[in-house]
């Protein structure tokens, strides 16, 4: 009885064990016949470049006061009312608050020499945060960005804050309110540019530009703004500055991906 109870139990698995090695030999091949395809797509990578000029329609202006006094109060005095004429002038002269925003503000202490000779190297203003008295002064800068939207004000906002008590002029850069026009066009010249760098790449090696398999815009491309960095070649006197916006010249680059015939 044992006996037939094992065959049984043998002849039941021979079967599964049948299966088991024709799966197991199919391995090998199955795997192979899976293995991924290499593209063997040929392509021609440009880059290409677009850039337009215009006129700008914006300026910005960077001004305000510096001052120094023996103590913090009186110097943030003396720079409170200096800049508030400041201000003032510019409201005079047709800028609106939306366009002044403070940039900086700073409380410095500095130290001076006892025998240095100036009108400040005298005073012993107590030392920062207590300790003792050091010899020197405080400054006190406060500055602040303008927005001038009509050009033909720039050299009057200019003037008015200087003969208002404006010691610190940073310079004047001039830019455009609205580039969504120039970014149109200086894109539609990138894409033209590519285009024909692809096209003679691909006559110097004999073969041809195919179908646009991807494009990109390269990103960090804005207007090279107009700045002019030294205050002191501006005429301030007699109506304004002599202040020439010039032009603004707005690139962009776009990387485009083409496939050789």
């Given at each position: 009885?044992?006996?037939?109870?094992?065959?049984?139990?043998?002849?039941?698995?021979?079967?599964?064990?049948?299966?088991?090695?024709?799966?197991?030999?199919?391995?090998?091949?199955?795997?192979?016949?899976?293995?991924?395809?290499?593209?063997?797509?040929?392509?021609?990578?440009?880059?290409?470049?677009?850039?337009?000029?215009?006129?700008?329609?914006?300026?910005?202006?960077?001004?305000?006061?510096?001052?120094?006094?023996?103590?913090?109060?009186?110097?943030?005095?003396?720079?409170?009312?200096?800049?508030?004429?400041?201000?003032?002038?510019?409201?005079?002269?047709g800028?609106?608050?939306?366009?002044?925003?403070?940039?900086?503000?700073?409380?410095?202490?500095?130290?001076t020499?006892?025998?240095?000779?100036?009108?400040?190297?005298?005073?012993?203003?107590?030392?920062?945060?207590?300790?003792?008295?050091?010899?020197?002064?405080?400054?006190?800068?406060?500055?602040?960005?303008?927005?001038?939207?009509?050009?033909?004000?720039?050299?009057?906002?200019?003037?008015?804050?200087?003969?208002?008590?404006?010691?610190?002029?940073?310079?004047?850069?001039?830019?455009l309110?609205?580039?969504?026009?120039?970014?149109?066009?200086?894109?539609?010249?990138?894409?033209?540019?590519?285009?024909?760098?692809?096209?003679?790449?691909?006559?110097?090696?004999g073969?041809?530009?195919?179908?646009?398999?991807?494009?990109?815009?390269?990103?960090?491309?804005?207007?090279?703004?107009?700045?002019?960095?030294?205050?002191?070649?501006?005429?301030?006197?007699?109506?304004?500055?002599?202040?020439?916006?010039?032009?603004?010249?707005?690139?962009?680059?776009?990387?485009?991906?083409y496939?050789?015939?």
């Amino acid at each position: 009885m044992f006996w037939r109870r094992a065959t049984r139990v043998a002849v039941a698995f021979l079967p599964l064990l049948i299966v088991t090695l024709m799966v197991s030999g199919c391995a090998p091949a199955a795997s192979a016949s899976q293995a991924p395809a290499t593209d063997q797509t040929r392509t021609i990578t440009v880059v290409g470049t677009g850039k337009v000029q215009a006129k700008p329609d914006v300026a910005h202006l960077n001004v305000g006061v510096e001052v120094t006094a023996a103590t913090t109060t009186e110097a943030v005095e003396k720079a409170q009312v200096k800049m508030t004429a400041v201000l003032a002038a510019l409201k005079a002269a047709g800028i609106p608050d939306k366009d002044i925003q403070t940039s900086n503000y700073s409380i410095n202490f500095e130290r001076t020499q006892p025998d240095a000779g100036s009108a400040t190297a005298g005073s012993t203003p107590a030392a920062p945060g207590g300790g003792g008295e050091l010899a020197g002064f405080y400054r006190v800068s406060n500055m602040v960005d303008v927005t001038v939207r009509d050009l033909d004000k720039v050299g009057d906002a200019l003037d008015a804050t200087v003969k208002a008590g404006a010691n610190n002029v940073w310079g004047v850069s001039f830019s455009l309110d609205d580039t969504s026009a120039l970014e149109v066009q200086a894109r539609e010249k990138a894409v033209a540019d590519a285009k024909a760098r692809a096209e003679s790449l691909a006559k110097l090696n004999g073969v041809g530009v195919g179908d646009v398999l991807a494009i990109s815009e390269v990103i960090g491309n804005t207007p090279a703004p107009v700045f002019l960095k030294e205050a002191a070649s501006m005429a301030y006197g007699g109506g304004g500055g002599a202040v020439e916006p010039g032009e603004l010249t707005f690139t962009t680059m776009v990387q485009v991906v083409y496939e050789i015939r």
